[in-house]
């Protein structure tokens, strides 16, 4: 390759400097070139290709591919003298037909206006090299090259990371670029069979001629009825919603479920449909998830307490240490058998909110967690605190507070948006005090390596469990649920940008 002859007008510290960024760490101003715009496509779009393979319980992974992303890179190209000129020119065609996309090799281009973000490029075999302006003595012309990103992201220049210790039931949420990232994930012992879930969803019931619920690990659980079999059945009608099946709930049995949730931060949505009137008086639950009776969130209907705040509205309360926070509907005028899509969020640092057809309708500033973790959900409470008479027709928990889109997007269409998508990480074994485990699928990656220091061993080629992948991290946030004790854990990524 000829060398190139960096121009004095691009040296260090020059005040003409107008655009700056490299190559494969290969400085561009090394090659008499400045930077003026780099211009993109959006995401194209996804091929039709798709990588499928079986996944935890039954269930199949999607990978989906991404055709490469055009990018137009144009600026200047300049130098000391024609002669210059000419060798820079030559110079820069040489080392860009290095990295053609036929070849193995990547261009590693830092966005000159986004100097915190880097593409991965092939060289597209089209660059465009004007003619030298002979108004500045010929040294000066004007290029355009196009390149390929694979992938189609903008990637982060600097790691993210997270890292913390994680007892049995720990949450956590960790903020994210505009798209999906993938993770190196480490896990440091003492652990025993280490498992890990990513993803938010922690229940959901459509009551489709069953009380069983999804959990958080995508496996189907039963709900506990107190009532039999053939009490039960009787209790199932024909939704007229599109939504299979509705279950009545009314103060003669109680059916309830064992579902951890999240001290710090909730939702949970409900469709029903009251067998009654709103004028009809009486304090009416329709849910509960409890740590116990001074820690818990309900969900009833209230008319005739003789608080106007309180007649004939939906109420959220949360409990925390025993005092009671709540947010209330508006005023509700409906007939037996209208069916109302109701949601329910709170954070620990966010509040309070109470949705009404996907509509947010109030909130408060209200904070705190609660003393430990809901354990038991329970649809009404036998009586004991004046049970709904209503028809479910679908019940759902997640263990974050969703925002307003996704409130609005769930009550839009519940049987489409309701799905449990998270994604678990086991590995069977003991790590001991010393010992980590490491699973990373950064930078075209996939591996997986333990240390054994009893030992002195490092086993490479681990992967988790038959059956489970290596997680990625959602766009711009991901939760995560310990549900096994962990010493230490951490994540690390590289944010990814549309």
């Given at each position: 390759m000829?060398?190139?002859v960096?121009?004095?007008a ?5 005040t003409s ?7 494969n760490n290969?400085?561009?101003y090394?090659?008499g070139m400045?930077v003026?715009?780099l211009?993109?496509q ?6 039709p290709?798709?990588v499928?393979r079986e996944g ?14 055009p990018?137009v890179?144009?600026?200047q190209?300049?130098?000391n003298?024609?002669?210059?000129l000419?060798?820079?020119?030559e ?7 290095t ?9 590693k281009?830092?966005d000159p206006l986004m100097?915190d973000?880097f593409?991965y ?7 465009i ?5 002979p108004r500045v003595?010929?040294t ?6 196009r ?8 990637l982060a220049a600097?790691?993210?990371e ?5 007892p ?7 903020a994210?670029?505009?798209f ?8 440091e ?6 498992k ?6 922690i229940f959901i019931?459509p009551?489709?001629?069953?009380t ?9 659980v ?14 199932f ?12 709930a009314n103060?003669?049995?109680q059916?309830s479920?064992?579902v ?18 709103s004028t ?6 329709i849910?509960?998830?409890?740590y116990d009776?001074?820690n ?7 008319n005739?307490s003789?608080v106007?705040?309180?007649?004939r ?7 925390v240490?025993?005092a009671?926070s ?7 005028n409906?007939v037996?058998g209208?069916?109302i ?7 620990a640092?966010?509040g309070?909110?109470i949705?009404?057809?996907g509509i947010?309708?109030?909130q408060?500033g ?5 003393a430990?973790?809901?354990?038991t ?5 036998n ?7 209503m028809?479910v027709?679908?019940?759902a928990g997640?263990s974050s507070?969703?925002t ?5 997007l ?8 309701i ?5 678990v990480l086991?590995w069977t ?8 485990l ?8 996939y591996?997986g ?8 061993v ?16 959602a766009?711009?946030n991901?939760?995560?649920y310990h549900p096994t ?7 690390q990524?590289r944010?990814?940008?549309?």
């Amino acid at each position: 390759m000829p060398t190139p002859v960096q121009p004095n007008a691009l040296k260090s510290g020059s005040t003409s400097l107008t655009g700056g960024g490299s190559l494969n760490n290969r400085d561009f101003y090394q090659f008499g070139m400045s930077v003026l715009s780099l211009n993109s496509q959006d995401l194209p779009p996804i091929k039709p290709r798709r990588v499928m393979r079986e996944g935890a319980h039954g269930q199949f992974v999607f990978e989906e591919h991404y055709d490469a992303k055009p990018l137009v890179m144009a600026g200047q190209i300049m130098a000391n003298t024609v002669t210059d000129l000419k060798t820079n020119i030559e110079a820069a065609k040489t080392f860009l037909n290095t990295f053609r996309k036929d070849t193995p090799r990547r261009l590693k281009l830092i966005d000159p206006l986004m100097t915190d973000r880097f593409f991965y490029c092939h060289f597209d075999g089209e660059a465009i090299f004007g003619s030298a302006s002979p108004r500045v003595g010929g040294t000066i012309a004007d290029y355009a090259i196009r390149l390929l990103a694979q992938p189609p992201f903008a990637l982060a220049a600097s790691l993210s990371e997270d890292r913390y210790a994680a007892p049995a039931g720990t949450f956590r949420s960790i903020a994210t670029g505009t798209f999906d990232s993938d993770p190196r994930l480490v896990i440091e012992g003492p652990a025993t069979n280490p498992k890990v879930v990513f993803g938010d969803s922690i229940f959901i019931c459509p009551f489709d001629l069953t009380t069983d619920f999804t959990d958080v690990f995508g496996a189907t659980v039963a709900g506990t009825f107190s009532g039999t079999a053939a009490q039960k059945a009787g209790l199932f009608s024909p939704s007229d919603l599109g939504l299979g099946h509705a279950f009545l709930a009314n103060g003669a049995y109680q059916l309830s479920w064992a579902v951890t949730g999240n001290k710090s931060a909730g939702t949970w949505f409900v469709i029903v449909e009251p067998q009654f009137d709103s004028t009809e008086a009486g304090t009416k639950t329709i849910l509960e998830h409890r740590y116990d009776a001074d820690n818990r969130v309900v969900l009833y209907y209230v008319n005739g307490s003789g608080v106007d705040q309180f007649d004939r509205r939906f109420v959220f309360v949360k409990y925390v240490a025993g005092a009671g926070s709540y947010v209330a509907s508006a005023h509700q005028n409906f007939v037996s058998g209208n069916a109302i899509k109701i949601g329910i969020s709170y954070d620990a640092t966010g509040g309070m909110k109470i949705y009404v057809d996907g509509i947010l309708v109030e909130q408060n500033g209200v904070v705190g967690a609660m003393a430990g973790n809901p354990a038991t959900l329970t649809l009404h409470a036998n009586g004991s605190n004046f049970s709904a008479n209503m028809k479910v027709h679908t019940l759902a928990g997640w263990s974050s507070q969703l925002t307003d889109n996704e409130h609005a997007l769930i009550a839009s269409d519940p049987e489409e948006n309701i799905k449990n998508r998270n994604q678990v990480l086991l590995w069977t074994g003991t790590l001991a005090d010393g010992d980590w485990l490491e699973f990373d699928r950064t930078d075209d990656r996939y591996t997986g390596k333990r240390m054994d220091v009893s030992t002195g061993v490092l086993t490479t080629g681990v992967f988790p469990d038959d059956g489970y992948i290596i997680p990625v991290l959602a766009a711009e946030n991901t939760a995560i649920y310990h549900p096994t004790a962990i010493d230490n854990f951490y994540v690390q990524w590289r944010n990814r940008y549309l």
